[in-house]
């Protein structure tokens, strides 16, 4: 397998649109990279260029010792796209699951094998003679998984493989897809508009806006501790809580006048950002016992939404709209108002001018 080093990767399209910005980023062999980031960052752009399907604009992709400056067309065995939007339906799965390896002139035994195996592993036996213009969307994205690893390319790339199934399905293929890549240790890249996905399946997380790299390194740091305001709303079960408020000695307070306590949270005056996320505030009701929160919130409730282990609580802080999930149903009380508060560790503090992280 091998690792992929990217140095100072810029690709502009036309002369015009900067796509990927001077992206520096070193993929160890065998890891699981997730890219994510919002539409338009630049992600299936930086795949397509470590694919060597895009002409580098500047900078050097390395993959193993196979290096790249210049476009001369990829090479399926170094680095695989893998789209299931891309199958032949004329063709079945056999044939789906075995074309590449046919076309890099494998021996015809080593070939079934492969295929044999792969299909085994994807409980895709029973459908080797099927067409796949009659496969499921689920079945047709795990014969794409099945074609990916028995290809056995240096590294694999994925581009949101799993973006048209229900959210059941794409939770079983995330985890089918770990299990493999742990199995076979091929290096993958994988590009998702989905944090959890992120959060779920990297060894390495890549959050990217813009054709740059905001934050690279493990999901759960990058979860407890984003490096800018602009990471910590891209990077979560839902997006961080962000309010605008002015910080000092004496505590936070919204623009507004409102307190809400973080005496001892900052320790020089500033105007800041206070980011909590949604999942990280609990509900102070009369009695509560619970440990004394560092900031609270004073939310004016208009929707509560039961999903499943959780309930959504969603409503505004001053002008600022606030989402919290909790546990259990809180008791509203009639004027709608509900103190919601957080501990110290999981309040996160952001500059208001440049987001960095204070
Ligand atoms: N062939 C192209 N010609 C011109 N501009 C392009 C081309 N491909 C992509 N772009 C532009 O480059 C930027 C990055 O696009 P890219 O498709 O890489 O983003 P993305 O993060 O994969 O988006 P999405 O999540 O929507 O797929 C966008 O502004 C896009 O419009």
Same mark, same amino acid.
């Given at each position: 397998?091998?690792?992929?080093?990217?140095?100072?990767?810029?690709?502009?399209?036309?002369?015009?649109?900067?796509?990927?910005?001077?992206?520096?980023?070193?993929?160890?062999?065998?890891?699981?990279?997730?890219?994510?980031?919002?539409?338009?960052?630049?992600?299936?752009?930086?795949?397509?260029?470590?694919?060597?399907?895009?002409?580098?604009?500047?900078?050097? #992709?390395?993959?193993?010792?196979?290096?790249?400056?210049?476009?001369?067309?990829?090479?399926?065995?170094?680095?695989?796209? #893998?789209?299931?939007?891309?199958?032949?339906?004329?063709?079945?799965?056999?044939?789906?699951?075995?074309?590449?390896?046919?076309?890099?002139?494998?021996?015809?035994?080593?070939?079934?094998?492969?295929?044999?195996?792969?299909?085994?592993?994807?409980?895709?036996?029973?459908?080797?003679? *099927?067409?796949?213009?009659?496969?499921?969307?689920?079945?047709?994205?795990?014969?794409?998984?099945?074609?990916?690893?028995?290809?056995?390319?240096?590294?694999?790339?994925?581009?949101?493989?799993?973006?048209?199934?229900?959210?059941?399905?794409?939770?079983?293929?995330?985890?089918?897809?770990?299990?493999?890549?742990?199995?076979?240790?091929?290096?993958?890249?994988?590009?998702?508009?989905?944090?959890?996905?992120?959060?779920?399946?990297?060894?390495?997380?890549?959050?990217?806006?813009?054709?740059?790299?905001?934050?690279?390194?493990?999901?759960?740091? #990058?979860?407890?501790?984003?490096?800018?305001?602009?990471?910590?709303?891209?990077?979560?079960?839902?997006?961080?809580?962000?309010?605008?408020?002015?910080?000092?000695?004496?505590?936070?307070?919204?623009?507004?006048?409102?307190?809400?306590?973080?005496?001892?949270?900052?320790?020089?005056?500033?105007?800041?950002?206070?980011?909590?996320?949604?999942?990280?505030?609990?509900?102070?009701?009369?009695?509560?016992?619970?440990?004394?929160?560092?900031?609270?919130?004073?939310?004016?409730?208009?929707?509560?939404?039961?999903?499943?282990?959780?309930?959504?609580?969603?409503?505004?802080?001053?002008?600022?709209?606030?989402?919290?999930?909790?546990?259990?149903?809180?008791?509203?009380?009639?004027?709608?108002?509900?103190?919601?508060?957080?501990?110290?560790?999981?309040?996160?503090?952001?500059?208001?001018?440049?987001?960095? *992280?204070?």
């Amino acid at each position: 397998m091998a690792a992929i080093t990217l140095t100072d990767v810029t690709k502009i399209y036309r002369g015009e649109i900067a796509a990927v910005r001077n992206i520096t980023l070193d993929v160890p062999d065998g890891a699981f990279c997730v890219l994510v980031g919002p539409t338009g960052c630049g992600k299936s752009t930086l795949l397509r260029l470590i694919a060597g399907a895009e002409e580098l604009t500047s900078g050097l #992709i390395e993959i193993g010792d196979a290096a790249r400056q210049s476009w001369s067309g990829g090479r399926a065995d170094v680095a695989e796209l #893998i789209d299931a939007s891309a199958l032949d339906p004329s063709r079945n799965v056999y044939d789906s699951l075995t074309r590449g390896l046919r076309s890099r002139g494998l021996p015809k035994k080593e070939i079934e094998e492969r295929a044999l195996r792969a299909a085994d592993t994807l409980a895709l036996g029973s459908l080797l003679a *099927r067409k796949v213009g009659r496969a499921s969307s689920g079945e047709r994205s795990l014969l794409a998984l099945g074609r990916a690893f028995a290809h056995q390319p240096r590294a694999l790339l994925f581009d949101e493989p799993f973006a048209g199934l229900d959210p059941a399905r794409r939770i079983t293929m995330r985890r089918e897809l770990r299990r493999l890549q742990r199995t076979s240790r091929t290096t993958t890249l994988y590009a998702t508009h989905d944090h959890e996905d992120g959060l779920a399946l990297a060894d390495l997380l890549v959050v990217l806006d813009e054709g740059r790299v905001l934050q690279a390194g493990r999901p759960a740091e #990058i979860y407890a501790a984003p490096v800018t305001a602009a990471v910590a709303s891209l990077v979560g079960h839902s997006a961080m809580n962000l309010l605008p408020v002015r910080a000092n000695q004496t505590g936070l307070s919204l623009e507004d006048g409102t307190h809400l306590g973080g005496a001892s949270v900052m320790t020089t005056a500033v105007f800041a950002t206070l980011g909590v996320r949604p999942e990280h505030l609990f509900a102070v009701t009369p009695g509560w016992e619970g440990p004394a929160p560092a900031a609270t919130l004073p939310m004016m409730v208009d929707e509560v939404e039961h999903a499943g282990a959780v309930v959504i609580v969603h409503g505004s802080v001053g002008p600022h709209r606030v989402v919290a999930r909790l546990a259990a149903a809180p008791q509203v009380p009639a004027d709608g108002r509900l103190r919601l508060g957080a501990l110290r560790e999981h309040l996160h503090m952001f500059d208001a001018q440049s987001g960095a *992280r204070l």
